[in-house]
């Protein structure tokens, strides 16, 4: 199976800024030991910076797929609500269209 890249966007509700980044933050390290990883990157949006979005490599889909089921993944799905006012996540062909 191919590469797959993600674009994963969350906004932090008002006030839970600090709150989300730390929480994004601590997904990094494990995240890059699961199976599959390429490239997981965090940035902050510049015209809105409640907006955090993490740029994602993996080596396949079903590596993609573990990683949603790992235990930090999880763990954060389950404050998410609190933290994030909207969040969004595109799976994409890592292969440019051009």
Known sequence: MSEVAVVAISTARPGKEAE???AL???IEPTRSDRGFITYDLHRNIQDPRTFVFI???AS???LQAHAKASHIRAFGARSGELCESSSLHI???NPVI
Do not use: G, I, S
Request: cysteine-free.
């Open 56 to 58: 994602e490599r993996w």
């Open 92 to 94: 994409l062909d890592a």
């Open 20 to 22: 989300l980044e730390t």
């Open 61 to 63: 889909l079903d590596d």
């Open 25 to 27: 933050r601590a997904l």
